[in-house]
C-alpha cells in the first residue's frame, strides 16, 4: 500500500462525517444525497491527488472511485 492509496482511504473515512453535516444542512435524502457523495468524493480524490502531486486523468477516476467505495463502507459500518 502507498501513501495515495493511504491518502484515499483516509479521505473515504473523513468523508462521511462530512457528507453527513452537508446531507443535514442542505436537507438531502435519495438521489441528491447520493449525488452529493459523488461530488465530495470526487473533490476528496482531487486532494489526494494534489497532495501526492500525482495526476492522471486514470488516476483521478481510480482514487475517485476507492474514496467513494471506502467512504460507503464506513457508512455502512457506521449505521449498524
Known amino acids: ?3 495515495q492509496d493511504v491518502i484515499s482511504l483516509l479521505a473515504g473515512a473523513v468523508g462521511v462525517p462530512l457528507i453527513n453535516v452537508l446531507k443535514n444542512k ?3 435524502s435519495g438521489n441528491a444525497a447520493l449525488a452529493l457523495t459523488l ?4 473533490l476528496l ?4 491527488i494534489a497532495a501526492t502531486g500525482s495526476f492522471t486523468p486514470d488516476g483521478l477516476l481510480a482514487i475517485g472511485a ?3 467505495a471506502t467512504s460507503q ?3 455502512q459500518l457506521l449505521r449498524e
Request: avoid cysteine; charge should be neutral; glycine fraction near 0%.
Open 39 to 42: 461530488v465530495v468524493s470526487v
Open 66 to 68: 476507492q474514496v467513494f
Open 45 to 48: 480524490a482531487v486532494a489526494s
Open 26 to 28: 442542505m436537507n438531502l
Open 1 to 3: 500500500m502507498n501513501l
Open 73 to 75: 463502507v464506513v457508512y
